[in-house]
């Protein structure tokens, strides 16, 4: 499966479309992960514990985009966005939206 943000893919033919596709992930964060965050913000640094989360829901949302492409029929997804929310106090949102097509 070939994942891109761009429109159209460099030397390949787009065959066939076959809609909107979308990857959503809500992932939440617990508290003792939250607390460290909060002591990581007060002296300052990165947040790995927050950079971990955010990675592994960003690939789980690209893959659940990528499974729904699939199941279409398609062997490409192009124009892919990606959204990240914070809901609530404690839950982290990923949304990934592309166009299924097929590619030769």
């Known amino acids: 499966m070939i994942l891109s943000t761009t ?3 460099e030397g390949k033919q787009i065959t ?6 979308t990857g959503e992930v809500i992932a939440g964060i617990n508290f003792v992960k939250d607390a460290f965050a ?14 971990k989360e955010l990675i592994a829901a960003k690939e789980d949302a ?5 499974a729904r492409a699939e199941k279409l029929g398609a062997n490409a ?3 892919i966005d990606l959204d990240f929310e914070v809901v609530g106090n404690s839950m982290l949102m990923v949304i990934a939206t592309g166009t299924a097509i097929t590619v030769a």
């Open 77 to 79: 997804v192009v124009g």
């Open 7 to 9: 429109p159209q893919i």
């Open 38 to 51: 909060g002591l990581r913000d007060f002296f300052g640094g990165r947040s790995r514990t927050y950079e």
């Open 16 to 21: 066939q479309y076959h809609g909107i596709v």
């Open 62 to 66: 690209l893959a659940e985009l990528t």
